[in-house]
Each structure stands twice: as C-alpha cells, then as structure tokens.
C-alpha cells in the first residue's frame, strides 16, 4: 500500500447498535424517587436516633467534660452564664457535639447503606475499605482540635491590655470549642471527598491541577469560615492539610517513569520487533499503558490504531460515550488481560470533549493515568484523503467537507489542549508516523521536566501544525547560494560550520537560550508536560536543521527534559 494511503480514515459515522441490558437474577428493584425519598427518611430517622442514644449518655459525661475544656482558660477564671436556663443548655449542646462524635460510625455506615445501591461492584469493592478511614480522619480531626485549642485559646487572649479585659461567657467559649471540634473533624473527610470523586470520575487530576489556583483559595475562604475566633492558627491548620490533599492528588508532583526510545527497527523486522516495541513503551513493568488516540477524522488514527495492534495493543474504536465508564471498569478490573489498551475517540462518541473528559476521569479514578495522542493534518490534505477514499465526514453536510473539518477542529480543541502527544502526519509516511509516535510515546519524564520536541521545516512547505512556538532563521545568510554547500544538509560539518560562523546565528542562539531559560521552567511550574518548538529556514534543508541541532544539544545539557528532533524536509526530494 503506498504511503499516501497509510492515514485514510475508514470510520463509519454510525454509532453501533447498542443492546437493551438483560435482566439477570443479581439485578436490584428499580426504585421510584418516592422510594428513595422513604429510604432516605429511614436513613436520616436512624442517624437522629443514633445522635440522641450517644447525646443522652454524653449529658452525664458533660459535667465531666466541661472541666477538661476549659483547661485552655488560665487560672480559675469563671465562665458565666448570662440566662437562667444558660448551663443546661450548655451542657445540652455538648452533649450534642458528644452526641455525633460517638455516633459518627452510625453516620457513616448509614449514609454508605443509602449510596451503595447506586454504584458498581467495583466501585462498592473500591469504596468499602475507604468508610472506616473516614472515620479515623473524623477522630484524628477532633485530636487536632483538641491540640490546637490550647494556642488559639492563647492567642486570642494575648490581645487583652489594661483597658481590655476578658469577661468570659460560657455561651460564647463553648460554642467556639465545639464548632472547632465539628469543623476539624468534617474538614478532615475533604481528602476522601476527593478520593471519592475522583473514583467515580466526577473529578479527574487534570481538572483539578488547572483550576487549583481556585481550589487554593476557596480552602483558605472556607477554612477562615468555618473555624471559630479570629486566630490563624486554627485556619492554617485546616487550609494546610487541604492544600496538601490537593497537591497528593495533582499529577505534577507525581513520580513518573523516564525510558528513552531506542531507533526503530527496519520495517522487514517490523513483526519481530513488536513484542520489545510494546514492552519498552511500558517501560518493561507490569504497569497498565493505556492510551487515548483522537484526533481529526483523516489524520492518522486508523493507521496509528493499526500500529498499535500489531504490538500487542488491545484497540477499541467507535465506542459510543456513554459506555466509556463502563469500558474503565472492565479495564481496571482485569489489569492482566488488559494490560496495554488503545481506545479511539473522536467526534463519532457524541460530545468529544465530555467523552473525552469522561473516560480520562474515569480511568484516573481507577488508579490509570492514561496518555493521549492527538492527530491531525492540513485541510487540504484531509480533503485529498477523503476524496481519495470516498468516505463520509462524520460532520458531513450540505455545507461542504471544509465546513466540516473546521467544525471538527473547533470541537476537538479541548482534547487537543490536554494532549500528551500532538502530530501532524500530512507529510508522513506509514513508517514515519510509526517512528515518530513510539519514539514520543516511549519517553517519560519527571515531574519536574518537559518533553520538548524540535522540528526543522521549510516555510515554503507550510508550518508544522503541532508547533506551540514558531521561530524563523531566514535572516542568517543561506547555504543554498553556494554551490558547494547546496546538495550538503545542515548535518554535515561544513554547513554547521558555515551557519554558526555568522555573528547573528551566535546572537540568535543566545537570545534563545535566555527565552528557553525563562519560559520551561514557568510551564513546568503550571503542569504543562510537552512543548513544541519549529524552527524554520526556506527549504528546511540547512539553517533551521543547524539552529535545531546545536539547541537540542543545549536542552539536553540543561536537562529541561527528553528532547526529540525531527527534520521534516530532511528526506523530501
């Protein structure tokens, strides 16, 4: 098959028929909202119960207890009351609090009876083990509070002077204690908030990484909110432990694994080659690799997904979204059957960037980072594939395929956005495309560096749709006019001498070294993980293949992150 023919899209635009589920004998009655509103009333009946048996013995316990937490109070300073009925029930709203703390296991065991229902048994199996460390977190946020009393109660009356002096109301000091009690304890469930959402792919880590700004500072509102007084220790407390529960679950300050590619091995040893192929993309371990490959119909996903099966790969193509939570759930839960997946997904799963943000959730939620690939072409090249094949556009209307493309461009954008990997394979051959995907995907980084890629193009070829940043070098004199240089490549010495040999070729280079300096580490710092960078001569064949070079070079020393360098034009006859 000729190259040209390598990326022609041959998906259906139909979704395939999906069959009514089937009734089995472990199914559970669907239950009406009037039956859940019941069930939720039985829950919330036994949950007060529960609340006033443990409150009723806390009232003994008051007396008891009132004496431990007013130790914070120096001396023998008196409390008062203001009202006649004032110590019951301040005694009543202790027992309250004492009332929840030993009932919490009740809570819990009943607000989990009231969801289970509604989750799959992975997701029940998942979720079962994290209910009693839920508990330890309420218990170990009560502790806290109770540490931290004594320097906030501290603090607080370190303000007093001659002219202002303490009259303490017992209303006033144990409301404060026990609203510190209840929010230490409740804030102390929010890492298993996040657990949680993320295991049912509500929240996925990306998300949460790209609006954490936002996150940040919506702990400090909450946390200055819900702790009692005007001290910081309590809200710094709170807000430190949230934050960190954020950053534990931010894939930027997670270890990744760091492999580089080996060259690709001649297409004759293509079918030899591929179990080593696939173990090197999974860096030779028993972790999963799963991979999201999308991208515009007409760029490559076809070919790539065919690239990916003959090396063991198990690909899944047009799968219809609202079957993607499914899909995730089959593949975490046989990790051995499933241990390398490719699922294709494009405008053909419905709204591409929900599905898209479904699926990666889905999978994050399960323990599975996933890596996406993002393919795409020019338009007029997609157009030629298209007509080449006589295929249907997926948006295909009466406006015309070009309108069709821009709309699919317009809706892929986000998944564009979140991708690891982003290729433009309107040049590409098969063997090109298989080279430059593996050799990209068989690269991990750490979480402190980039994975930079450097293109060499001729403009009068275009410019490489994946460049994040476009530099131009047709200032510097060009090799081509001599005629001893011009059938030489920039790899040669004599053409690298020749270029770098020009005051504005060394000036140039300086100037980009100060800029990389600058601008990795700040997109290391937001999450970014992959960068783009197209340096471009005319023909793609001298100057730009000698700036490209010596810059690889020096990336690689300041060891910002793997570097992979491609010379487009290097091959074009």
Not at 37 to 56: D, M, Q
Not at 300 to 326: H, Q
Not at 390 to 410: M, Y
């Amino acid at each position: 098959m000729a190259d040209a023919d390598a990326f022609r899209d041959s998906e259906a635009p139909g979704r395939p028929a999906v069959p009514p589920p089937v009734a089995t004998a472990d199914d559970t009655k669907v239950m009406s909202l009037v039956d859940h509103l019941g069930e939720l009333r039985t829950r919330l009946f036994r949950s007060v119960l529960a609340i006033v048996a443990f409150g009723i013995v806390g009232f003994f316990a008051s007396e008891q207890v009132v004496t431990i937490l007013r130790a914070p109070i120096p001396g023998d300073a008196p409390l008062y009351f203001t009202g006649i009925g004032g110590a019951f029930a301040i005694r009543l709203r202790i027992s309250v609090v004492i009332g929840i703390i030993l009932a919490m296991p009740v809570l819990l065991w009943e607000g989990w009876r009231f969801i289970s229902p509604g989750l799959t048994p992975s997701e029940r199996r998942t979720v079962r083990p994290w209910v009693p460390v839920a508990l330890a977190f309420f218990a170990l946020g009560v502790g806290i509070a109770y540490v931290v009393l004594p320097f906030a109660a501290q603090f607080l009356q370190g303000f007093q002077t001659d002219d202002l002096q303490p009259l303490l109301t017992a209303e006033a000091y144990f409301d404060f204690v026990t609203t510190m009690f209840l929010a230490f304890g409740l804030v102390m469930e929010f890492p298993i908030l996040l657990v949680g959402l993320s295991r049912v792919g509500i929240l996925s880590s990306d998300r949460l990484r790209s609006s954490r700004r936002f996150v940040i500072l919506g702990i400090a509102v909450f946390a200055a909110v819900v702790t009692p007084g005007g001290d910081l220790v309590s809200p710094l407390v709170l807000g430190g432990h949230d934050v960190r529960a954020v950053r534990a679950h931010d894939p930027v300050h997670q270890a990744q694994r760091q492999v580089t590619m080996p060259p690709i091995p001649a297409e004759s040893d293509e079918e030899a080659e591929a179990p080593a192929l696939a173990e090197l993309m999974t860096d030779g371990d028993d972790a999963q690799d799963v991979i999201i490959l999308s991208g515009l119909s007409g760029g490559g996903k076809t070919a790539a997904a065919k690239l990916f099966e003959d090396i063991g790969y198990t690909v899944v193509d047009n799968l219809p979204g609202e079957l993607l939570r499914e899909l995730a759930e089959l593949v975490s839960s046989d990790r051995e059957r499933y241990a390398r997946v490719a699922i294709v997904l494009d405008v053909r799963s419905g709204d591409a960037s929900r599905a898209f943000a479904a699926a990666r959730g889905a999978l994050e939620g399960r323990g599975i980072r996933p890596r996406v690939v993002f393919l795409e072409a020019r338009d007029e090249v997609v157009i030629r594939r298209f007509s080449e094949t006589r295929h249907r556009h997926p948006l295909g209307d009466q406006k015309g395929i070009g309108n069709s493309i821009v709309r699919e461009r317009r809706l892929l954008e986000p998944v564009r956005s979140a991708a690891d990997v982003v290729l433009d394979t309107s040049d590409l051959s098969l063997r090109e495309l298989r080279e430059r995907l593996f050799a990209r995907l068989g690269t991990r980084i750490r979480p402190d560096q980039l994975a930079i890629q450097l293109i060499s193009f001729g403009f009068k070829f275009g410019v490489p749709l994946e460049a994040d940043l476009v530099f131009d070098v047709r200032f510097m004199q060009n090799p081509y006019y001599l005629p001893e240089l011009r059938p030489l490549s920039g790899l040669t010495e004599t053409v690298r001498d020749y270029v770098l040999a020009q005051p504005v070729a060394q000036r140039f280079l300086d100037f980009l070294r100060d800029y990389l300096d600058f601008f990795v580490p700040a997109y290391v710092s937001e999450g970014k993980n992959r960068f783009t960078i197209a340096i471009g001569c005319t023909g793609g064949f001298h100057r730009s293949i000698v700036i490209s070079e010596v810059l690889a070079t020096w990336l690689r020393e300041r060891d910002f992150g793997p570097v992979a360098v491609f010379h487009r034009e290097l091959d074009r006859p």
